[in-house]
């Protein structure tokens, strides 16, 4: 069955430092793979998605991720974080068959000044 | 703006009764979803539909029913409003409904039941 796991609930990073969220996916076919952010009392805007070729994805407002398909993950990074970043963090899969799409628990970013 | 709107964007009711939340999409999207969000459990499909005139569930649909009232509009109802029901609830469309596609979500129904 498909799945996403975010092994981390909460993180919390110093404004200017980087950053990494986990994400890794079991599904048997090759995935289609999304990031999502959603800001405080909003609904989720889409980051980046990966469908298949070079498999470091670029996405807006600076962040990236990579596909390991080895190691079934998508991590999502980001060199430098702002103060704006803090949300929470949504990493989904989309299954083969039309219409399904499964979302991680999420990860919610605190950033320190 | 172009979008997805849904309303209320909170509700309070009590155990047993019922209402219904609305969608509206404006940008011609063919599959509209409804997802609930529960802390630490992330985004969970109640129902969708592919197309006008077709739903179909989700993984969470018990306790819910809901209309594809033309293209633009996704209804979904609480018959019997229950506390499990207390939760974050999301519209999203698509175009097609393919898994290569994004989803775009609405702000969100924060609903309690007392």
């Known amino acids: 069955a498909q799945s996403v796991t975010q092994p981390d609930i909460h993180i919390t990073v110093s404004e200017g430092a980087s950053l990494e969220l986990r994400c890794n996916y079991s599904y048997g076919a090759t995935p289609y793979l999304f990031w999502y952010v959603q800001s405080p009392g909003q609904g989720l805007q889409l980051l980046l998605k990966?469908?298949?070729?070079?498999?470091l994805v670029q996405g807006i407002k600076g962040f990236e991720a990579e596909f390991k398909r080895s190691q079934s993950s998508f991590n999502l990074r980001k060199p430098s974080v702002h103060w704006s970043d803090a949300a929470e963090y949504f990493c989904a899969v989309g299954a083969g068959n039309f219409n399904k799409f499964y979302f991680g628990s999420g990860t919610k970013l605190n950033v320190k000044p | 703006n172009a979008g997805v709107t849904q309303t209320p964007k909170f509700q309070v009711l009590k155990t047993g009764q019922s209402m219904t939340l609305q969608c509206a999409q404006d940008m011609n999207h063919n599959s509209m979803y409804w997802y609930r969000q529960d802390p630490g459990m992330g985004l969970r499909l109640i129902y969708y539909s592919a197309s006008e005139g077709t739903t179909d569930k989700g993984e969470v649909p018990n306790g819910y029913n809901v209309s594809r009232l033309n293209k633009r509009e996704f209804s979904l109802r609480l018959e019997s409003a229950a506390p499990s029901q207390t939760s974050v609830y999301f519209c999203?469309?698509?175009?097609?409904?393919?898994?290569?596609?994004?989803?775009?979500f609405g702000s969100g129904t924060q609903l309690s039941v007392l």
């Open positions: 999203a469309s698509s175009l097609s409904g393919t898994a290569d596609e994004k989803l775009l």
């Open positions: 990966y469908f298949s070729g070079d498999t």
